[in-house]
């Protein structure tokens, strides 16, 4: 069965600097991928999504993720975080066939300090 | 509003009672899922409804779990003899026809069961 490992459960930041959250799936066929974020007491935004395409995947609020097929990987990137990006990330598939359901993470909490 | 509704935000229940999770899809999105989140983990899948069929159930809904979706609309989930283990958030999400397309998540159901 398909799963999703984002091997750090929490990653504190200073303000400013450069975050890298990591995912790796199990799935050696092509899957759909994606990032979604929490905020505290909310539900779930798209923040991005890999279908095909460009490896390199943008948001609109400056993070990036990179698929890697060979090694299975899928990490979220951002060059300079702020305070507003504290919030829990989590990874997820979409395996092929089925019915375009997401198969998630146990997320990262990103906690920024000033 | 157009985005996916729940009703009602919080509930604290006893145990042994039953209660019921309303969630109004974004217009037209004929996909419909379920999913339960506990603190600390990334949502697992429940359901999931195609129109008014219900195409999926996870080994996690038990027989005290019942997922409706009767005219291919809104829908409900029913928790019948609650019990401690049972409180969760509960996520209800939508998505247009073709896989790959954004799931759109709602705010959440959050139970508890004292």
């Known amino acids: ?114 | 509003d157009t985005g996916v509704s729940q009703d009602p935000r919080h509930k604290i229940t006893k145990r042994g009672q039953n209660v019921t999770f309303r969630c109004d899809p974004i217009s037209e999105h004929n996909r419909l899922y379920w999913y339960r989140q506990t603190l600390g983990q990334g949502p697992e899948f429940l359901t999931y409804f195609q129109n008014e069929a219900q195409l999926e159930k996870s080994r996690l809904l038990s027989d005290r779990f019942s997922a409706e979706r009767p005219k291919g609309s809104f829908s409900t989930l029913e928790i019948q003899r609650t019990e401690q283990g049972d409180s969760a958030m509960y996520l209800c999400a939508s998505s247009p026809g073709q896989s790959g397309n954004t799931i759109y998540f709602g705010e959440g159901s959050w139970l508890t069961v004292v």
């Open chain 1, 1 to 114: 069965a398909q799963s999703v490992t984002q091997l750090d459960s929490q990653v504190p930041v200073f303000e400013e600097a450069p975050v890298e959250l990591r995912c790796n799936y199990s799935s050696s066929v092509s899957v759909y991928l994606f990032w979604y974020v929490q905020y505290p007491n909310q539900g779930l935004q798209l923040l991005l999504k890999y279908l095909s395409g460009s490896t390199l995947v943008e948001s609109i609020n400056g993070f990036e993720a990179e698929f890697n097929k060979s090694q299975t990987s899928f990490h979220l990137r951002k060059p300079s975080v702020h305070i507003s990006d504290t919030a829990e990330y989590f990874c997820a598939v979409i395996p092929p066939g089925g019915y375009n359901k997401l198969i998630f993470g146990a997320g990262t909490r990103l906690a920024v300090h000033p």
